[in-house]
């Protein structure tokens, strides 16, 4: 059974995108292969891109590698720049490549594409280029999966502090997006359903926050959060583990309900 609605191989115009967007450390890579390697062993006709140039031993073999483009250490090199300022270039000469992108997405054709972007998130999300090289995909829809790391976010007002940078990415780009708990393998399950709790039951949330800051400090943080709830910032949270696969299920759910439609692959 295939899930993708619509479409034929070979027609960019019907290709749909899930950009991975995370922290550093955050298991954003193993999100992207995962997702990948998820859809291809079904059978599924899926492709995956690589837009990290800084990026070393990926899990993946990429359709697309913006490394044989752009190669960070040479943009050191030439431009006598340490890592963070050739990351930084590298974004920007990026958008030279956005036609030789689309090339690749022409000739690849799947209907789904599964993106890798740089390791370091600020990079993509406050330059200009982030946008420009987003808007410039030659991509019928496109929806952007937030990775959260589990074990930063245990404590509460490290949890607020993920949800709010989520919520500067939908400022800057306006996709959907859907938020990735990731390395739940890593935590108590009394743990998992806590931060569970925060984002559906505020009011747990409320709760903790008074228990562990003053007053000033639990009130802003907890307003902040409400503020994204109300305008229903995340189309979805959900909490995974990307290396074993645990409760994948539910987001590969959330995938396919977003971009193709609702059409179930389970049973």
Do not use: C
Not at 77 to 99: F, H, Q, T, W
């Amino acid at each position: 059974m295939n899930i993708w609605s619509g479409g034929k191989k070979g027609n960019s115009k019907m290709s749909k995108a899930v950009v991975i967007v995370g922290l550093a450390g955050s298991g954003k890579t193993w999100v992207s292969y995962s997702i990948w390697d998820w859809f291809r062993n079904r059978k599924q006709d899926v492709s995956i891109f690589n837009l990290d140039p800084g990026a070393t031993n990926l899990p993946y073999n990429p359709d697309f590698d913006i490394r044989e483009e752009i190669d960070l250490w040479r943009v050191m090199e030439r431009y006598k720049l340490g890592p963070n300022g050739a990351l930084i270039v590298s974004m920007d000469l990026m958008v030279n490549s956005v036609e030789s992108i689309n090339k690749s997405i022409r000739s690849i054709g799947t209907p789904l594409i599964i993106i890798d972007t740089p390791g370091q998130m600020e990079v993509f999300l406050y330059r200009a280029s982030g946008k420009i090289i987003l808007d410039s995909l030659d991509i019928d829809e496109l929806l952007i999966i937030y990775v959260i790391d589990g074990l930063f976010a245990k404590d509460p007002r490290n949890f607020v502090s993920s949800i709010l940078l989520g919520g500067t990415l939908k400022m800057r780009f306006n996709f959907p997006l859907v938020s990735a708990l990731n390395k739940i393998d890593l935590l108590d399950e009394k743990d998992v359903k806590t931060l569970l709790k925060y984002f559906r039951s505020p009011l747990t949330l409320k709760k903790d926050l008074h228990t562990h800051y003053s007053t000033f400090e639990s009130d802003f943080i907890f307003k902040s959060f409400l503020l994204m709830k109300k305008y229903e910032i995340y189309t979805d949270f959900v909490p995974i583990s990307a290396v074993y696969l645990t409760n994948f299920y539910s987001l590969i759910a959330v995938i396919t309900r977003i971009l193709f439609g609702g059409e179930e692959y389970y049973s």
